[in-house]
């Protein structure tokens, strides 16, 4: 079976004689009943934060959006493809998620996008330079602040970052319909990809913390 | 810790104990280093079909995008928001990944809803509904095949999917150079949930089979 | 004894009975011989945040200069009264001090004081707002970063001002000299009072991490 | 971790594993309700004489200000900085201690340059000998004394500083008045390196004795 990437070839067989062994009464009551997951998810693409990881996630357990620096944009009923915004349709009018999280995490490539001045896109449609956007007025403020340091600022940014897609995220009327029921909760999380802490936002302050 | 949903603080805590303490020096390496993923993975955000569970993934490895029916629009290089082609441009231009492969799944909800023609969208903004519409004409042939079971029209339309994203993928200039320079791969695979099997597309014909 | 406040004379006899029965030989010997401690802490006043419980230390072994927001004014040969200058020279130039450590910490008032924009000084003499002007127009920057919480600016801030008093210590021509020799090393370092925690700048980048 | 001085590190790790696991509970009470220490300490540098170790002081306990030989300038709203008179602004106004202690100390370096006419200052700024002129009328009237030892004219000189400290401490208006108010009480006290006694001055005559 040359036609495969050899290491996911290899890393699928495992998943089958062993993980899969396990939770294969689960994968059969997952695939008859449908599945039912309480939280939505939405994570960025990078390869070292993967949420299923994070929090040892069963399958069926999370509903996963993954995009570039885990951004909400905001409510655009315009017609167009909006990726993000599907998912998150699909999380809480479909599945009646009761959690939704933002996880952002430290050393975010996208965010470092965001907070950097290049004058070369990496592609002429530019499609990152334009998705950052989304956090471009926020960047300039905290790039302005000479005193912090190029990491400082970073993760300044990434908290930012979160606190804007939850912001985002209660543009959608049905999510803030939801949440005013009380049917619906939002959360925002960091992940520091090197200790492996995870940092959890204080809904009333904005600010992140360890959890005990 | 009550503010943040107690499965996921749990789940959050084995994997300190657990998978953390394991991976230890890998996630230190990631963040000195930074991440050098082989592989963009283009999946679906279901609950069930997380790919690094499938693939049994190490942090690092895989770069992931989530949408509904983990699907790739077309080249739009016009300057609106664009998560996937955002995400396609970091992972190509950025990170310079080697191979991309297409994940699907069985009773996807995305595709059922592809394949179905409801009245009434979930919400007013109805982003699925548009979201889909990369697989309208292609839902249209498959449910005018009337011999065809239910379940099997939604198979078929899971499998076009991938190729319909993989086709598209190739309509982005610089994934079809670095194809053609035999820097990059693509791949296309497909993931039944109940029995945990991968199905793997051939390149040539478009088919899909088990390994050996 | 009530000319002196009870809990003083209640820890003091505890000392007496403790700690000083263990380090008699210590005092002694520190007496006799003069002190001889290798390093200069410039710590904040703060009740919580005492350096000598943070390192755990050893009669002789700190030098400690505490002042609102562990500040270090810049180098002013003016003849006026500087009492952190008189004491960095002591510790300097007559104790020859290996280590200059500026320790600032979580939740500082000074802090707080130098980030609010309070109309009424605490008194007529307002010394608390013009010895936090030392830190002014770094203030006034994090200040104009509205997406930033409080509690994100208040650490900023406190982490700029070790920084900065690391960079007014070597304004004192002694210190560059000795610093150039290496007969004098500068740390920065910034403690979490609710969890206890110490982070190390790093003298590079001015980014502060936890000790592994 | 070598960015930082050993026997430091060392020192903040007895703490983690020690007194910060004992007083876990109290560090997080200070940090969510901020201090309330109900005394202000002025101490000198000498790192043989930190008032924490002298009065087994608890964190949250005492704020506590240190320069060269625990002095007090007099009060002088001329807008220059004055770090130990925003100190005592802000215990007296800020933090409503009820009372302040001058804590002087045997064999003190400062009060010895105070006493020596060195003809070459320590650095061409000549910090201490500016500082130390608040002391130079008391330190030429002891000088003049000779028949009393060295060591006798440097225990005098160091008690006169004490006295005169708590003299400048009620030239600050807002001082004086809480302490005609009952609000705040002053007090002196003078601590032996060697032999480990504390001192309490005698609030009517100024003399200084052991307590039983």
Redesign the interface.
């Known amino acids: ?1 040359e ?3 050899k ?3 290899d ?2 067989k ?3 004689s ?3 062994v396990e939770e ?1 009464d689960r ?2 009551q ?3 009943e ?2 039912k ?3 939505l998810i939405i994570a960025c ?6 949420p ?6 069963r ?10 620096a885990n ?1 909400v ?1 905001p ?1 655009e ?1 315009d ?16 599945l009646k998620v ?2 939704i ?1 933002v996880l952002g995490h ?2 975010c ?2 965010i470092n ?1 965001a907070l950097s001045s290049v004058s070369e896109p ?7 330079g ?5 956090l471009k007025p ?1 960047a300039e ?2 790039n ?9 600022r970073q993760t ?1 940014l990434e ?2 970052s979160i ?2 897609s939850m912001g985002n995220l209660r543009t ?3 999510v803030a319909a939801a949440e005013k029921q009380g049917k619906l ?1 939002l ?1 925002g ?1 960091w992940f520091d ?6 940092w ?1 936002m ?2 009333k ?3 992140f913390r ?3």
């Open positions: 079976m036609a495969f990437p290491p996911l070839l890393g699928y495992n998943f089958m062993g993980r899969y294969r994968y059969h997952l695939a008859e449908g599945q997951p309480e939280t693409c990078d390869s070292r934060a993967g299923e990881l994070v929090f040892n996630a399958p069926g357990e999370l509903f996963v959006v993954r995009n570039v951004m944009p409510y009923p017609g167009q493809y909006h990726g993000t915004s599907a998912a998150l349709e699909f999380a809480v009018e479909g009761k959690n999280v430290g050393r490539g996208g996008a990496l592609s002429p449609g530019d499609f990152i334009k998705w950052t956007t989304l926020a403020q905290v302005k602040n000479s005193n912090m340091t190029a990491t400082e300044a908290r930012i606190r804007n959608f009327p049905n909760k959360y999380a990809i090197s200790s492996g802490e995870l959890v204080n809904n302050t904005g600010d360890r959890p005990d």
